[in-house]
């Protein structure tokens, strides 16, 4: 079946990257992205990624892609405080409009 | 601007008492999803719509049930509120396949 994993926690310093990583087991997905939580609100698209591509750059976010072992991370260059909320990957697959979501990584970025 | 609210943001109700949380989008968009939020959990799917008369359950869908009569709604019912059912919950947009979704604020939901 689908099953999209992500680490529950991770602490970063204010200034440094953060890499935030996601692991699915459906081969045949299509788009995956990843969304941005803050407290109390709804989920906001951050980037997506087209699974024919193994990168993606978007300002301090960058996307990588790793096909074979069905391996999704995402890269904030210069993290902010700002930056503190849970990311959420996901996958949606060809034929389906319903993404599967992962359980989602909660950020702290420490001053 | 096109937007799409849910209400209430939070609820209180009692075990075995029937729910109905609204959601409502004007950005015209075929597709709508309802996910629960939960911690270890992520978001699961419970149902979905892709269009008016269209429904399907998803992978929680059990206590859960949604109508879709026109496109700007999908309506979730708990049919008798049960603890396990106390969670956030997320509805969703999009426009089709390969289409971001747009999430509304969440409904609190609290079965005491």
């Known amino acids: 079946g689908e099953d999209v994993e992500q680490s529950l926690f991770l602490s970063v310093r204010e200034g440094d990257s953060s890499v935030i990583n996601c692991t699915y087991t459906?081969?045949?997905?299509?788009?995956l992205y990843w969304y941005k939580q803050e407290p109390g609100a709804g989920l906001q698209l951050l980037t997506y990624i087209f699974s024919n591509m193994d990168m993606k750059q978007d300002q301090r976010l960058t996307v990588l892609l790793n096909k074979k072992d069905k391996h999704l991370s995402l890269r904030i260059a210069d993290t902010q405080t700002g930056d503190s909320a849970i990311y959420f990957c996901a996958e949606s697959t060809s034929g389906t409009y319903k993404y599967i979501f992962g359980t989602g990584t909660r950020l702290k970025v420490l001053a | 601007d096109a937007e799409i609210t849910q209400s209430p943001r939070h609820k209180i109700t009692e075990t075995g008492r029937q729910v109905t949380l609204a959601c409502h989008q004007t950005?015209?968009?075929?597709?709508m999803f309802w996910y629960r939020q939960d911690l270890g959990h992520g978001l699961r799917l419970i149902h979905y719509?892709?269009?008016?008369?269209?429904?399907n359950k998803g992978e929680v869908s059990d206590g859960y049930s949604v109508s879709r009569s026109n496109t700007e709604d999908l309506p979730l019912t708990l049919e008798s509120a049960a603890s396990s059912q106390t969670s956030v919950y997320f509805c969703?947009?999009?426009?089709?396949?390969?289409?971001?979704?747009?999430f509304g604020s969440g409904t609190r939901l609290t079965v005491v």
């Open positions: 950005w015209n968009h075929n597709n």
């Open positions: 719509s892709y269009g008016v008369q269209d429904t």
């Open positions: 969703a947009s999009s426009a089709g396949q390969g289409q971001s979704y747009t």
């Open positions: 459906d081969s045949s997905s299509t788009y």
